[in-house]
């Protein structure tokens, strides 16, 4: 029973020491896939109150990657059909310089401008973190039109 308790102490500290040793530089080399999985309790923003809604990953000022728009949901599920992954590559430098990426729910309106339904920003240190762990489930701030809303929904993302 000592033996193996000295085993698991032996293989915790080696565990230990790996991770120390795996800690990235500013200047390693990153590519992290990125999977917007779904949405859920979306503000309605059409007038028989729905949405069709769509996300935009912005990194820096640049548009990084836009998903395809779902009709007519407040809870979307996003698959490879909609275009739902994305790559990041670059230095962790970048990531945490940029601010990690910001995603924008937006709202698909034929023929005219489409409508924020709020956003979510993931820092560099916190995409990070989240390789290989759980799904990660984020609230979406309601954007500044939707003055009085305080719930504008989650997203769920996996990096």
């Known amino acids: 029973l000592e033996s193996a308790k000295l085993l698991e102490s032996a293989k915790l500290l080696a565990s230990a020491e790996l991770l120390e040793s795996a800690k990235l530089k500013d200047e390693d080399n990153l590519s992290i896939l990125v999977e ?18 769509y996300v935009v990953a912005h990194f820096g000022k640049e548009i990084y ?36 990426f910001l995603f924008v729910i937006m709202d698909y309106d ?4 489409d409508d924020p339904l709020g956003e979510v920003r993931i820092s560099g240190e916190d995409l990070i973190d989240m390789l ?10 309601p954007p500044t039109q939707f003055v009085g809303e305080k719930e504008a929904g989650f997203i769920t993302i996996r990096a």
Do not use: A, W
């Open 36 to 53: 917007i999985i779904s949405c859920h309790d979306l503000i309605k923003s059409d007038i028989f109150g729905g949405s069709d809604p």
């Open 65 to 100: 990657h836009k998903t395809k728009y779902i009709r007519k949901t407040l809870n979307p599920m996003y698959s490879k059909k909609y275009n739902n992954t994305f790559v990041f590559n670059g230095t962790k430098k970048e990531l945490i310089d940029q601010k990690g």
């Open 110 to 113: 034929f023929g005219k401008e």
């Open 132 to 141: 290989g762990n759980d799904d990660e489930k984020l609230k979406i701030r």
